[in-house]
């Protein structure tokens, strides 16, 4: 088999909120709503990020662990309908490898009062374009946290 | 619009051409060629275009019918790797508004005698279109390709 | 260490020598690697050589599971947030 391939992926989370889509929609749209949910594990620190919610627009968050490569999300807003759908592609850098590319569907339907949020990611995965940099940069960063979590200090 | 529906499917297909991968890929990253065989039938046309083949760059087309162009399909380019890979993301839409959101990624393998193509396209269909409407339109704009690398 | 064998495979005694670790330490350290399935180890003959699991490297499944768990997460993060917002007075009905 040849390396040249790209690895094709689909997967859905579904979750229920007990908010009004408009409220929900709004914690994806409001800058300030959103960061306070959409960022990394806590050991991470804050996150650096901008976005502009419209269609065309994009966003971008940065964050990593202290010592780790840097994860960097980058999205294109495609579809934009209040309260009911979002539509986005984004991808992944570690450090500056793009490992994956996403389109990424959020339905939201009303719910007795609440939210049904559903979230859909169809993902390509670079992988094997990226081999020798991603042992390098990526990997390479994951085992020196693991390894510093390591220290006998620690 | 109320209660709108969004179908998540993927549609992945492979052809063979007797032509290196430099000259699929070139097929592609050419924008006069591009406009040559990036339609599906002999009586569509294309009414404008931008191919701004450079990661970041945007890929437009506004097309459709001899007559009648009501499609526009607008991308980027997310990684382009030369004779390997291409891949895009983008929406395509009528006069009503969006029909899908694609991501598409364009895979050259030197095989045999020429090259082994894949055409991955991961889309969430937002109106009436399907997936096997996008495989028709996209079995006849390879056909197209196909005139084109024997020309 | 792992900088070490991300170059290649190498003995303990190899790995050991620019560390100022002694032997025990190095092994101690190699069989936590070992457990998390990162590092793999051989004896052959009185060396143990050992090496990155390459499988345990490029997963595209690990990367899309690692996705999928980055968006749970943040599913969470967004439900805590929801529930913190106060009460509204009116509710559409």
């Given at each position: 088999?040849?390396?040249?391939?790209?690895?094709?992926?689909?997967?859905?989370?579904?979750?229920?909120?007990?908010?009004?889509?408009?409220?929900?929609?709004?914690?994806f749209?409001?800058?300030?709503?959103?960061?306070?949910?959409?960022?990394?594990?806590?050991?991470?620190?804050?996150?650096?990020?901008?976005?502009?919610f419209?269609?065309?627009?994009?966003e971008t968050?940065?964050?990593?662990?202290?010592?780790?490569?840097?994860?960097?999300f980058?999205?294109?807003?495609?579809?934009?309908?209040?309260?009911?759908?979002?539509?986005?592609?984004y991808?992944?850098?570690?450090?500056?490898?793009?490992?994956?590319?996403?389109?990424t569907?959020?339905?939201?339907?009303?719910d007795?009062?609440?939210?049904r949020?559903?979230f859909?990611?169809?993902?390509?995965?670079?992988?094997?374009?990226?081999?020798?940099?991603?042992?390098?940069?990526?990997?390479?960063?994951?085992l020196?946290?693991?390894?510093?979590s390591?220290?006998?200090?620690? | 619009?109320?209660?709108?529906?969004?179908?998540?499917?993927?549609i992945?297909?492979?052809?063979?051409?007797?032509?290196?991968?430099?000259?699929?890929?070139?097929?592609?990253s050419?924008?006069?060629?591009r406009?040559?065989?990036?339609?599906?039938?002999d009586d569509w046309?294309?009414?404008?275009?931008?191919?701004?083949?450079?990661?970041g760059g945007?890929?437009?087309?506004?097309?459709?019918?001899?007559?009648?162009?009501?499609?526009?399909?607008?991308?980027?380019?997310?990684?382009?790797?030369?004779?390997?890979?291409?891949?895009?993301?983008?929406?395509?839409?009528?006069?009503?508004?969006?029909m899908?959101?694609?991501l598409?990624?364009?895979?050259?393998?030197?095989?045999?005698?020429?090259?082994?193509?894949?055409?991955?396209?991961?889309?969430?269909?937002?109106?009436?279109?399907?997936a096997?409407?996008r495989?028709?339109?996209?079995?006849?704009?390879?056909?197209?390709?196909?005139?084109?690398?024997?020309? | 260490?792992?900088?070490?064998?991300?170059?290649?495979?190498?003995?303990?005694?190899?790995?050991?020598?620019?560390?100022?670790?002694?032997?025990?330490?190095?092994?101690?350290?190699?069989?936590i690697?070992?457990?998390?399935?990162?590092?793999?180890?051989?004896?052959?003959?009185r060396?143990?050589?050992?090496?990155?699991?390459?499988?345990?490297?490029?997963?595209?499944?690990e990367?899309?599971?690692?996705r999928?768990?980055?968006w749970?997460?943040?599913?969470?993060?967004?439900?805590?947030?929801?529930?913190?917002?106060?009460?509204?007075?009116?509710?559409?009905e």
């Amino acid at each position: 088999m040849s390396n040249r391939s790209v690895t094709h992926s689909t997967f859905v989370i579904e979750r229920r909120f007990d908010a009004s889509p408009a409220r929900v929609f709004n914690a994806f749209a409001d800058p300030q709503a959103k960061a306070r949910w959409f960022s990394g594990p806590p050991e991470w620190g804050p996150d650096i990020s901008e976005m502009d919610f419209r269609v065309g627009g994009r966003e971008t968050n940065r964050g990593g662990a202290p010592g780790g490569p840097v994860h960097s999300f980058d999205a294109t807003y495609q579809d934009i309908v209040p309260n009911e759908r979002i539509v986005f592609t984004y991808d992944m850098h570690l450090d500056d490898v793009r490992i994956s590319v996403s389109l990424t569907t959020i339905e939201l339907t009303p719910d007795a009062g609440g939210t049904r949020l559903k979230f859909t990611e169809q993902g390509a995965f670079l992988d094997a374009f990226d081999k020798p940099a991603l042992r390098e940069e990526g990997t390479k960063g994951l085992l020196d946290a693991l390894e510093a979590s390591l220290k006998p200090d620690h | 619009m109320t209660a709108c529906k969004v179908v998540h499917d993927t549609i992945v297909i492979e052809r063979r051409f007797a032509v290196s991968p430099a000259r699929v890929f070139a097929a592609w990253s050419d924008p006069n060629a591009r406009d040559r065989w990036d339609v599906p039938g002999d009586d569509w046309v294309i009414a404008e275009s931008e191919h701004d083949f450079r990661v970041g760059g945007r890929e437009y087309s506004y097309f459709g019918p001899r007559g009648a162009p009501r499609y526009s399909g607008d991308g980027t380019y997310l990684r382009i790797i030369p004779d390997s890979l291409i891949v895009m993301a983008g929406t395509m839409s009528d006069e009503t508004g969006p029909m899908s959101a694609s991501l598409s990624t364009v895979e050259f393998q030197a095989g045999g005698p020429g090259t082994l193509m894949r055409y991955t396209e991961q889309s969430a269909f937002m109106g009436d279109e399907t997936a096997a409407m996008r495989i028709e339109g996209w079995t006849e704009i390879f056909d197209r390709l196909e005139v084109e690398l024997k020309g | 260490m792992v900088e070490r064998l991300a170059r290649g495979p190498a003995s303990v005694s190899e790995l050991a020598q620019p560390l100022a670790m002694s032997l025990s330490a190095v092994v101690q350290h190699l069989a936590i690697l070992e457990a998390s399935g990162l590092v793999r180890s051989e004896k052959i003959g009185r060396v143990r050589t050992c090496r990155i699991e390459p499988a345990a490297l490029n997963m595209a499944e690990e990367w899309i599971a690692q996705r999928r768990a980055d968006w749970e997460r943040r599913f969470d993060q967004l439900g805590d947030y929801l529930a913190s917002l106060p009460e509204v007075s009116t509710r559409q009905e």
